[in-house]
């Protein structure tokens, strides 16, 4: 597909990171600008890319020459060199690129490139930690916290879910969870109804207040 013109990202720093991220980006037919001072990942990654260019993210004036002041978009997936982060974040948004989103190796880091005003900024490595811990623990099959502490599990669907039309079953005033989408044995994912009926060994995904779909995906 031919991109749109806000379809348009540049990808700073092709680690291991900003490489599957701008992966991703191009399966969904958006333009990829990948840019990073080592020659050799550029070479790597030069096929698979719309571009990709060999250049230091915190020199403002290489980043204004390949155009980045025009992209709408712009990812910071530098972690481990911090200086070099919040250099190419503070270029980016001097650069007036409206979305910008920056990696963070540690809450600090994070700290640092929200109060510079990155837009979004994400800590793979904490989020994902703390998502594997709730699979590790517990009786999910997965695990997604949003902000403001709500959150989305696919479970195994306890007894008390069981047997009876969700409509009947209660579940928001007793457990403070909704049931959303079901998966029988066998079957593909689909909404869940009022009228659903939800049987032993249904798979089952449920929104609610993260302590609420924690505490409902511990029931057996
Ligand atoms: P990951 O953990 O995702 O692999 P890293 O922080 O290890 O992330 O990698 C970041 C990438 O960013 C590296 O390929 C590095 O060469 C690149 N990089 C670091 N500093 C700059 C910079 N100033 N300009 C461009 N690329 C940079």
Redesign the pocket.
């Given at each position: 597909p031919t991109p749109r013109g806000d379809q348009r990202v540049a990808v700073?720093?092709?680690?291991?990171?900003?490489t599957s991220l701008a992966a991703e980006l191009m399966r969904r037919g958006w333009d990829v600008l990948g840019?990073?001072?080592?020659a050799r990942?550029v070479q790597k990654y030069s096929d698979s890319l719309t571009h990709a260019v060999v250049?230091?993210?915190?020199d403002s004036e290489a980043l204004a020459q390949l155009g980045v002041d025009e992209f709408s978009s712009a990812v910071v997936?530098?972690?481990?060199?911090v200086e070099?982060s919040i250099?190419?974040t503070s270029n980016l948004l001097e650069a007036g690129v409206p979305n910008i989103w920056a990696?963070a190796i540690s809450r600090q880091h994070g700290r640092i490139l929200e109060r510079l005003g990155a837009h979004h900024v994400v800590l793979p490595e904490h989020e994902m930690g703390e998502r594997v811990a709730h699979l590790v623990t517990g009786r999910m099959l997965d695990f997604i916290e949003f902000d403001d502490d709500f959150a989305l599990v696919k479970t195994i669907a306890p007894s008390v879910v069981r047997g009876v039309p969700l409509g009947e079953s209660r579940l928001r005033s007793r457990y403070g969870v909704t049931v959303v989408g079901i998966k029988p044995m066998g079957e593909d994912f689909t909404h869940a109804t009022a009228d659903t009926v939800v049987e032993k060994g249904d798979v089952i995904i449920v929104t609610g207040k993260t302590a609420a779909v924690e505490a409902f995906a511990e029931l057996s």
């Open positions: 700073i720093g092709l680690g291991r990171f900003g840019i990073d001072e080592n990942l250049a230091d993210g915190t997936a530098i972690g481990t060199d070099a250099l190419v990696k």
